[in-house]
Nanobody, 123 residues
Framework: QVQLVESGGGLVQAGGSLRLSCVVSGRTFRSFAMGWFRQAPGKEREFVAAIGRSGSTYYVHSLKGRFTISRDNAKNTVYLQMNSLKPEDTAVYSC?????????????????WGQGTQVTVSS
């Protein structure tokens, strides 16, 4: 059974940084492309970033430059480094694993999801 467990969320002041982690178990991590999504209250879940099996990265244009996705295959972990955080970044951030679709931008492209971690940015 594939499991994804996020950590690293919390409360931070505007301008601060957080690094989210997502540990994957139950299947060979290298077989997955990984993505991060976020969902703010009253809004739809939106794509943040993805990293392919080979390490290629993809970002929503509005966040590129502030957020960085990376993976450590030896640790079965994907990271999301978030810098210069803004109050509008407040959301539940979830990681997801994609096994077959070859596409990364829609929640429906992903097969497995973590439970999410809350990020709150105060002004």
């Amino acid at each position: 059974q594939v499991q994804l467990v996020e950590s690293g969320g919390g409360l931070v002041q505007a301008g601060g940084s957080l690094r989210l982690s997502c540990v994957v178990s139950g299947r060979t991590f290298r077989s997955f492309a990984m993505g991060w999504f976020r969902q703010a209250p009253g809004k739809e879940r939106e794509f943040v970033a993805a990293i392919g099996r080979s390490g290629s990265t993809y970002y929503v244009h509005s966040l590129k430059g502030r957020f960085t996705i990376s993976r450590d295959n030896a640790k079965n972990t994907v990271y999301l480094q978030m810098n210069s955080l803004k109050p509008e970044d407040t959301a539940v951030y979830s990681c997801a694993a994609e096994a077959h679709s070859g596409s990364y931008y829609s929640p429906s492209d992903y097969d497995y999801w973590g439970q999410g971690t809350q990020v709150t940015v105060s002004s």
